[in-house]
């Protein structure tokens, strides 16, 4: 039976316009004959010169086809998100934070009753599903400001080269990386407040230290990114005096240099030249109006062991603060590589904050945010086990970011091995975010992500920055409550044990199962019994290269893929020495990278920055990269 379908030239199509012309005529005659109508000859007169430009516009079909109908096509599109959000979405569904999510935070902040009655909305059964096993033997705890040392501890300095002076006190909850020009002044006026308030730490962003940030004297933790903002010459390359002279300023507690990023790892950034007004051109040390460009990779270093005397430099120039840096796990042996630069040197940093690529508050790339890096859950416990198997985790305290909002997030996270927690979009959401979206497009509605003053102007930061410091404290004091529960008096305390994960209808298992865990020194001194990722991926890293190289003989593993499942072929590498020479393709000249800062400075010669291989005066140790670790090192 044949359907029946409009024929392709039916003029249906063009019915709207028809009927405007109509009441046109209609309002025409009835307001020269009697009068009346000039609201509906506007009305309609306006509409039809609208039609009349769809027929002639050349940019959308659908506009010429269907003239003045096409464009509520466009509207319903606009409003897309909004109707999905408000009207048909869960309040378990999220995208990428559910309602249920949203509304804890929004609660949290306004310190409103987070009750809720007849039981869980989640699915229990759901294959993903997971809970922390609580004790008979509860505990009580006094307080829920858990905090942390970093850098050591006044009783206990850190045993790195050119060791940290100056440890902080941290909170286990703290404000993840978010660049003034990304949020909006008020947003950091708001949050800064809030963290000084809370008595938690604030991390910049790589957009360096704004005046914004200046204002209320909150905790900073300085982010250092590619384009070295804040630090830079005017070539682009880092800058030792423009560093240290910020650096040392009693409000900057750590300095973090990122590597990547959980939204766009392995991607750099650009700054429109538009967006570049004079308060952002000053907190970043580049000119007003011209385009600033964050490489995908650093100048001041190219090697692991490079890298770790850069660390070294910062931590000396800083007046001896807390020093590390920020990634998202890539490939294993560029990790396993600067691991081994801390062994050679000595050097290691006082912290790593691990970034999940469940993404973050900046925009990127859709292929970057849905299928580039590694999730928080595998590139924080690969951290944390190889510190460990390498006899290095006493020294190094891990952070982690992505997704983090509830107590729980919180939880489960330090079991996995973080010792504290980065927080960005929950923060924002304490400042008003609902989630709309349009953080890149400069037309935030709540104000928290656009430079746009008028936009701003509807957070007002005397009733933003509780909420910021009433959401730490209330997901803190959930924190403690989860604690009590589960029988335990400070969050280092909780392990993969007490975490339990459903993985079908009729099995849950422990995270301790799930989760590989390495012994102490293992990576060192017995290698063949660890899972495939070290040892497939540690005996081809080097100290000296972030690139794979040939594996030494006393690193080599045997045959690792053993006897295949029935009926299944087994094509997995045989060892480390097959890995390396798929991973190596033949050499072949390679021409000398450009870093190009700003897009005018392209074509012409690179300045020569400083040397980042430069050892201080009287570092002794440090600088025998390929020799023992210096005294008390690692």
């Not at 489960?412 to 504290?420: C, E, F, K, S, T």
């Amino acid at each position: 039976m044949a359907s029946y379908s409009v024929p392709p030239n039916s003029p249906l199509r063009y019915s709207t316009l028809a009927l405007c012309v109509v009441v046109l005529l209609l309002s025409l005659f009835t307001m020269i004959g009697f009068g009346r109508g000039f609201l509906w000859f506007l009305g309609s007169g306006a509409l039809v010169a609208l039609g009349v430009y769809d027929l002639l516009q050349p940019h959308h079909a659908v506009l010429r086809n269907y003239p003045i109908l096409g464009h509520l096509r466009f509207a319903l599109e606009f409003i897309r998100p909004e109707i999905r959000q408000y009207f048909i979405e869960s309040d378990t569904e999220a995208q990428p934070f559910s309602r249920a999510q949203r509304t804890v935070v929004y609660q949290r902040a306004k310190g409103e009753p987070d009750a809720r009655p007849l039981g869980t909305q989640l699915d229990v059964g759901a294959e993903g599903y997971e809970w922390i096993n609580h004790s008979l033997h509860t505990t009580s705890i006094d307080s829920h400001d858990f905090r942390i040392w970093i850098g050591g501890s006044p009783d206990a300095p850190s045993p790195s080269a050119q060791a940290c002076t100056q440890p902080y006190s941290a909170s286990v909850f703290n404000i993840s990386a978010m660049s003034f020009g990304a949020l909006s002044g008020q947003a950091v006026l708001a949050l800064n407040q809030g963290a000084k308030t809370g008595g938690f730490a604030h991390d910049t962003g790589e957009g360096s230290i704004s005046s914004y940030h200046r204002v209320h004297g909150g905790d900073l933790i300085w982010e250092i990114g590619s384009g070295y903002f804040g630090c830079r010459n005017d070539d682009g390359s880092f800058s030792a005096e423009r560093f240290a002279a910020q650096a040392r300023e009693p409000q900057v507690k750590m300095v973090e240099i990122k590597l990547s990023q959980g939204a766009k790892p392995g991607h750099g950034g650009v700054l429109p030249a538009a967006k570049v007004t004079p308060e952002i051109a000053a907190a970043r040390g580049v000119p007003v109006g011209v385009a600033c460009v964050s490489p995908a990779s650093h100048s001041a270093f190219s090697t692991p062991v490079e890298l770790m005397r850069f660390i070294g430099r910062l931590r000396e120039l800083s007046g001896g603060k807390p020093t590390g840096f920020k990634l998202c796990i890539g490939h294993p042996w560029e990790w396993f590589a600067m691991v081994k630069a801390m062994l050679a040197t000595g050097i290691t940093p006082d912290f790593i904050v691990v970034d999940g690529a469940e993404g973050g508050t900046g925009a990127a790339p859709v292929e970057f945010s849905d299928h580039v890096g590694t999730p928080m859950q595998e590139g924080l416990r690969l951290v944390h086990n190889t510190l460990v198997g390498t006899g290095l985790r006493q020294r190094i305290k891990i952070g982690c970011a992505g997704k983090v909002i509830t107590a729980f997030d919180i939880a489960r996270a330090l079991a996995l091995g973080a010792d504290w927690c980065n927080c960005g979009r929950g923060f924002m959401m304490a400042l008003g975010c609902i989630q709309a979206q349009t953080c890149h497009t400069g037309r935030c509605p709540t104000g928290v992500t656009t430079q746009d003053a008028q936009r701003q102007k509807a957070l007002v930061v005397g009733d933003k920055a509780p909420r910021v410091a009433q959401f730490h404290a209330n997901t803190l004091h959930a924190l403690k409550e989860l604690l009590q529960a589960a029988g335990l008096s400070h969050p280092d305390q909780l392990t993969p044990h007490h975490i339990v994960r459903r993985i079908d209808d009729a099995e849950v298992r422990q995270l301790s199962s799930l989760m590989p865990t390495v012994a102490e020194g293992a990576i060192l001194n017995d290698l063949a019994r660890l899972p495939n990722v070290f040892r497939l991926y540690w005996p081809i890293a080097s100290a000296d290269s972030f690139a794979p190289q040939e594996p030494r003989e006393g690193e080599v593993v045997a045959d690792l893929r053993g006897t295949p499942p029935a009926g299944r072929g087994n094509n997995a590498p045989a060892s480390a020495w097959e890995v390396a020479r798929q991973l190596r393709p033949p050499a072949t000249p390679a021409a000398a990278p450009k870093s190009a800062v700003q897009p005018s400075q392209a074509d012409a010669p690179a300045a020569a920055p400083e040397s980042a291989t430069e050892v201080p005066p009287g570092w002794s140790g440090s600088d025998k990269a390929d020799g023992p670790p210096a005294a008390g090192g690692g």
